[in-house]
């Protein structure tokens, strides 16, 4: 890689950035061209190729969630890296960028509820039309309960941090209070640092448990990922006696797969229109509109 001027130069196929890596700089296509990559389990796909002036990796800036995609150079092409501190002292002296951020920004929302509007086939297909973490939450909780015979649930996802545990939506007595978990505290805690899925059926012997002002008897607790992130769980239940079973264990980790993936659609469309928000905003605030 050579330094230049104002960006880098990449050689053709050199890799700018890998899917799942956490970034903190958006990039933008000075000359040449760079393809985007998305992994599948059947292997590489092109969703698109930028050319000069194009923006990409901009979620950076605004999210913590890690990159959805690799890009690499296609051909030699030089690349501009723009933090977010750089972002904002270049749209005050150059106005053109905050539109060129917006298109882009614009173009990824509309895709998105493009996808969202091909989703109708059944009812799981549903949970990903959700673009609101909360409604999202609260449909999954029902799907759960159509399933699983269960006197509590709950879905308790990361912060922003990774760091803490909280309620997001809730059934029964465990909707209160709204419990608040470290990463290793509790057993929903262990399960978010292990990824592996429990059946407890007496929670008071499991030297994990941390006991809330609510008795709970059993419960079931299995991760929420997507590819190798874990952001939360999925909790179901009992304080009578009303044991679960294996089978319970397995229907609701199946459901987590599909729950999964619908709370990471919402988090990365809530993700996209807060940065849109913010650029609007930060545009305003320079009068430029």
């Not at 196929?13 to 393809?35: C, P």
Request: hydrophobic share 40%.
């Amino acid at each position: 890689m050579k330094e230049g001027e104002l960006g880098k130069v990449y050689s053709d196929s050199e890799i700018i950035f890998r899917e799942g890596e956490q970034g903190d700089r958006m990039f933008v296509v000075q000359s040449g061209r760079v393809k985007v990559i998305k992994e599948t389990p059947a292997g590489e796909i092109v969703i698109a190729i930028l050319g000069n002036g194009e923006i990409f990796g901009e979620m950076a800036l605004f999210s913590k969630s890690p990159r959805s995609a690799t890009v690499t150079a296609l051909g030699d092409a030089r690349i501009l890296g723009i933090d977010k501190k750089k972002l904002f002292s270049t749209i005050s002296s150059d106005p053109t960028l905050v539109f060129k951020l917006l298109e882009s920004m614009s173009h990824r929302l509309r895709t998105i509820n493009e996808e969202f509007a091909k989703l109708k086939k059944s009812r799981l297909d549903i949970l990903h039309v959700y673009t609101d973490v909360d409604e999202t939450c609260d449909l999954i909780l029902e799907e759960a309960r159509n399933i699983i015979s269960a006197e509590n649930g709950s879905v308790m996802l990361l912060d922003d941090e990774g760091k803490t545990l909280s309620i997001k939506a809730a059934f029964g007595s465990e909707s209160e209070p709204k419990v608040k978990l470290s990463v290793g505290e509790g057993i929903a805690g262990d399960v978010i640092k292990t990824a592996r899925a429990e059946l407890i059926n007496k929670v008071l012997l499991d030297s994990r448990f941390v006991k809330g002002s609510k008795h709970i008897e059993s419960l079931l607790c299995v991760p929420l990922k997507y590819k190798k992130r874990i952001f939360g769980v999925l909790n179901m239940s009992n304080s009578s006696e009303k044991l679960f079973t294996l089978d319970d264990l397995k229907l609701l980790h199946t459901l987590s797969i599909t729950a999964s993936m619908a709370v990471q659609n919402a988090m990365n469309y809530s993700h996209l229109k807060y940065a849109t928000d913010e650029v609007i905003k930060h545009a305003t605030m320079l009068g430029m509109w």
